[in-house]
């Protein structure tokens, strides 16, 4: 199977009918910007080894890869819209592989109305490496930042933590999210701040802490947990919800506009002017010790 | 060295000063695109031990991998706005590469007016792997791709081959170019079609031969040729010109237009109706043996 065939015959389907990817026949893709719109962008890479292993289902690598950067888009109120797929292998991969993976990010981009605009498939020394930069759309002016988090701001997650986590560890998949457009517009609606808690909910908490010079307290009891210990699931990261920064005024509506898109969305502690802290509170308010890593770092 | 003193001290001063960028404190970068304009995309992923060498200079390394987005851009017509940088390190990297490396990419940047609107930096088994995705504009429904050559169009490049395949194997560097928002503008005036020639000027006139269902006679003493073999320039790759497919009664206007711009272009052959295939001609218009290899396969 040569590059070529391989680009055309298994990715090239993931553009078919978007006018914007010219049939894969250039090198640049063109997209159409509505008026008034604005472009997001964000980008991740998944590597052999560090984000999976060797042998993980290439179903999951591909979810894994696509909805990283969902979550981002939609924290950052932008509305999907296509992505750039740079794949390199360090050996041909088979057919099976690759019907399995390009399947998995088809039936993702059909439930959430994106689709793969270009991209590079290329040959690697060692492993596989995957690095995806997406675009979403949305009104000029619009963006959500992780900076804008305001004193005595609800913290509020979009759905249950731990799942992604204990179903990686098992190798089993997880159902694509269906509120995705839905959901920016929710983040845009309402949201001072919101961030994905793709990295772990402390660790993406400990950024929106940050970068808005806030503290966080966040009351364990009320996260909501899904099979998985409860300290595991706030650091395990691979949950693809959002965690929004939510004026304590307009709480009430966003849980139930949130609700109606089909999350299910817990207010989880609230955020204190600060200098990025986060604390963690147990049953009775009684401080908790945060667990020592909280978070990945590549070095 | 932890990952964020690394993108603070190193990856966030190619991205000071530009709003859409969000100072890294978010996952997402927010471009504004004027009314009227649409979005030009690109994306291309440089690997260690495949398309560049273990100890090569990062300054190459750098320049490599902006310029191969950065004509890819151009030849679609799209004057460069911003690119995502996505890199994958084995171990952390000394202070001294990522200098060279990110002072390369801030030179190249502020000669071509672009920025870094973000990324991802991540760890890696084995090697460096580097993938930028690029973004241009252009004005709405002026894209230009592979596919629009015409029967009888002149092929135009833009400047002498083999300098940077010389350079290259040699382990120097080559002066970023200084005219791509005039070439993306003299590219949209004048080209049916366009296509960059880093991957070997054959290779790649091939590509819009085939694109476009014409045929490719090429005179080889009219190609410009630097410091290299003609045969070796013809297929080495690594020259961030455009080739430009013109019509006839445009191309002394296009000459003029690329002179003017500081670019040495040359009529090298024309395109007629055909097959895709590309015929190399010689001084009394003999028909030469093409190279076998016309171009890099990953697979």
Known sequence: MSEFDMIQRYFYPLAQGHEAARGFQSDTAALQVPDGQQIVLTTDTLNEGVHFFKNTNPVIIAQK??????????????????????????????????????????????????????????????????????IGLQPRGKGITRAGAQDGDAIIVTGALGEGYSAYQRGETIAPPRHHKDMAAVVRAYANAAVDISDGLLADIGHVAQASLMDAALDLGAIP??????????????????????????TAQCLRALQKIGAHPAIIGHFVKGRGQISLLGDAGEELELPKKQGWQHF
């Not at 939609?74 to 993976?101: E, H, I, R």
Request: with cysteine.
């Open 65 to 134: 890869a696509l909805r990283s950067n969902l979550s981002d888009i939609m924290a950052g109120g932008g509305d999907p819209l296509c992505y750039q797929l740079a794949v390199a292998f360090s050996s041909t991969p088979d057919s099976g592989w690759l019907s399995a993976f390009t399947a998995a990010l088809k039936t993702d981009q059909d439930a959430l109305d994106l689709f793969c605009s270009g991209g590079d498939t290329t040959s690697v020394q060692v492993g596989l490496s995957i690095t995806i930069t997406m």
């Open 225 to 250: 947990i899904s099979d998985c210990d409860p300290m595991q699931a706030i650091v395990g990261g691979d949950d693809y919800h959002i965690a929004l920064s939510v004026p304590r005024d307009k």
